[in-house]
């Protein structure tokens, strides 16, 4: 019996929104060309994009729709620091960026690439051991004067961490930031689908999401920006989406993302509901089988199907792959580089050891989780706890 316990890296494809997908994609017409096809895409387009608006709490103007949240954390990050940095080629002090350090590699490679390629001055916030940005630390960078810290082009820190799914403090940033006038930007990737967002109410002056985290097919995502949120486009070409994003519209993956953000916001209170029932049964079952276990920012808001645990004794690739041989999904804490598990970034900044970033196991619940997935999990997970202490046990 199997269990697919990796929501967070990509949800199940819903089926409506595969149907959407397959039945726009028959479509004929570029949705830029005037004639009669192209106007029917376009017009999928536009009525799909009032609805992603809508689901949001932006308007459709605020809509860029991009091929996921990599490009647009990229768009928002880099497209606004190249803007400020036009704005002030005049000054001696290169603008400056403020990112968390539990930013998903979509923002803060981003932003080291803008420090070490374009001498951006990168400010890095950390997180507290509850897992969430230090608003005093934050508060410090951002009174730090101006001659010194650069004019901060954008602040960036993400709605819902990816491994602890751990809520950030967003409306205490937006206020701190918007003290000094600079605009925030949030990864809203892993939130998007799973917790109720309105654009217009959160401050944020753009945001980012991605399909397929909530039932879109992988290759379409959004950046909700305001239109005063300045951003200079580093992809150029035909000049669709307000500019700042050239290429061809997918017109099916808009469609697509349409429809599975609709499906995922109509449950979102029950699942939400469902969902933490499962994590915390699967969590309790977890600290039975090893009372030793930590579990990351369990005292913070999180996600309701995120779970981040470190097992004492054990390494995350030699779990994943015992769970994986007996049908269980689960994935590390960090991201897996060409097949590498490392230590997990996010531990490492909550203050834990290397050995707890090295053992960090992430479970992720979505649409089609159920009790017996839990149970399927946690009936194999004690002899994949046990090969994983025997490998480790071998090296030493
Ligand atoms: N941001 C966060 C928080 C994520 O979890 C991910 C994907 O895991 C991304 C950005 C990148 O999104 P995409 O896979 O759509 O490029």
Redesign the pocket.
């Known amino acids: 019996m199997g269990a697919y316990l990796d929501h967070?890296?990509t949800a199940p494809v819903l089926p409506e929104a595969a149907d959407a997908f397959a039945r726009v994609a028959r479509e004929l017409g570029n949705p830029s060309a005037v004639h009669g096809y192209g106007r029917t895409t376009r017009r999928i387009v536009e009525e799909s994009r009032e609805e992603i608006a809508a689901l949001l709490g932006a308007e459709a103007a605020e809509v860029i729709l991009t091929s996921?949240?990599?490009e647009a954390?990229n768009l928002a990050v880099i497209g606004a620091w190249q803007a400020c940095a036009a704005g002030t080629a005049d000054t001696a002090v290169p603008p400056g960026l403020i990112v968390s350090a539990i930013e998903?590699p979509?923002v803060l490679e981003s932003a080291e690439w803008l420090a070490s390629d374009r001498g951006a001055r990168l400010h890095i916030a950390p997180v507290t051991t509850a897992g969430t940005v230090d608003l005093d630390a934050l508060a410090g960078l951002l009174a730090r004067p101006e001659s010194e810290r650069g004019r901060i082009a954008v602040c960036s820190i993400?709605w819902a961490n990816?491994e602890t799914g751990a809520i950030q403090p967003l409306p205490a940033v937006v206020e701190l930031a918007g003290a000094h006038g600079i605009a925030v930007h949030s990864?809203a990737?892993?939130a998007a689908g799973r917790v109720p967002i309105d654009f217009a109410a959160s401050g944020l002056a753009a945001l980012s999401i991605?399909g397929?985290k909530f039932g879109a097919p992988v290759g379409v995502?959004a950046l909700l920006a305001r239109r005063d949120f300045d951003m200079r486009s580093h992809q150029h070409g035909g000049g669709q989406e307000r500019g700042v994003r050239s290429g061809t519209v997918n017109a099916a993956g808009a469609r697509a993302l349409a429809v599975a953000l609709a499906a995922a916001v109509h449950d979102l209170s029950t699942e939400a509901d469902r969902l933490a029932g499962l994590r915390d049964r699967l969590e309790a079952g977890i600290r039975a089988i090893a009372p030793d276990v930590r579990v990351w920012a369990g005292e913070a808001e999180r996600l309701p199907g995120h779970l981040l645990v470190s097992v004492p004794g054990t390494r995350s690739e030699p779990v994943i792959f015992a769970l994986d041989m007996a049908g269980v999904a689960a994935s590390a804490g960090s991201a897996c580089h060409a097949g590498v598990v490392g230590a997990s970034p996010v531990v490492l900044a909550a203050g834990g050891t290397e050995e707890e970033a090295r053992s960090a196991l992430r479970f992720t619940l979505g649409r089609t989780s159920t009790a017996a997935d839990i149970d399927a999990a946690l009936a194999v997970l004690p002899d994949a706890l046990g090969r994983a202490r025997a490998v480790l046990e071998g090296i030493r």
């Open positions: 967070a890296a996921g949240g990599t954390d998903h979509a993400m990816n990864d990737v892993q991605s397929h995502g």
